[in-house]
């Protein structure tokens, strides 16, 4: 049983695009986030819901979305993709200290 | 603010030797501490955690002890394997801050038979 899973593990589309990156966990825990890994492994927080509620919202264009149907779930949509938002992007949860990731989502806009 | 400083790598080292990789802390209050560790194409993992001054966190024979004096964590492993190749990464939550785990960048670990 995978605890944190995101979905599609490989996501390649053309600039100007829509998409969506998924993610379910199964944890039962309150906190997700989603975190953008660049080409130099440089590891970003992006968003953090609590309960479906935003807590964090770093400074991210408003291209990108997120969005918490209830607190198992938290997808990231991404609209007018660009070339610079190819990185691999993790979902994560927590309920107490520590994070348990997502095995990642490897975007990749040409 | 909160930030996370560690050793750049690539640390290359032989099999059986001796690795540390330096981590040092900022933030305002008192941070837990941890090590996570991503294999190639894979996600992070939690190695080991620290959660108050002289904690001592360990796991697969890494080893990391929180100094509040000199604000670090740094990682030991007496004798690494080749399976330890991989990028490890420090990081503080603090949980003020909406437990926002706050990464350093990273140091890349390659182990040679």
């Known amino acids: 049983d995978t605890a944190v899973s995101q979905t599609p593990k490989y996501l390649v589309t053309q600039m100007g695009n829509d998409k969506s990156i998924k993610c379910e966990q199964n944890?039962?825990?309150?906190?997700m986030y989603w975190y953008k890994q660049d080409s130099k492994k440089f590891l970003k927080i992006m968003f953090s819901?609590?309960?479906?509620?935003?807590?964090i919202n770093e400074t991210v264009p408003n291209r990108f979305s997120p969005k918490s149907p209830d607190k198992a779930h938290l997808n990231l949509h991404i609209n007018s993709l660009e070339l610079g938002d190819s990185a691999v992007y993790f979902c994560?949860?927590?309920?107490?200290?520590?994070?348990?990731f997502g095995s990642g989502t490897q975007l990749s806009v040409l | 603010g909160n930030s996370v400083t560690q050793m750049e790598g690539p640390v290359t080292l032989s099999e059986e030797a001796f690795l540390t990789i330096n981590c040092t802390y900022t933030?305002?209050?008192?941070?837990?501490l941890f090590w996570y560790v991503q294999y190639p194409g894979e996600g992070l993992q939690l190695l080991l955690k620290?959660?108050?001054?002289?904690d001592k966190g360990s796991n697969k024979g890494f080893e990391a002890t929180y100094r509040k004096e000199t604000t670090s964590f740094h990682l030991e492993k007496g004798s690494v394997q080749v399976s330890d190749s991989a990028v490890y990464f420090c990081?503080?939550?603090?949980?003020?801050?909406?437990?926002?785990?706050?990464f350093g960048g990273g140091t890349r670990v390659l182990v040679k038979p």
């Open positions: 994560a949860s927590s309920q107490a200290e520590g994070l348990f």
């Open positions: 944890l039962g825990h309150d906190t």
């Open positions: 819901y609590n309960n479906k509620e935003l807590i």
């Open positions: 933030a305002t209050g008192y941070p837990s």
């Open positions: 620290a959660t108050k001054a002289d």
């Open positions: 990081a503080s939550l603090i949980k003020a801050a909406g437990n926002k785990l706050t």
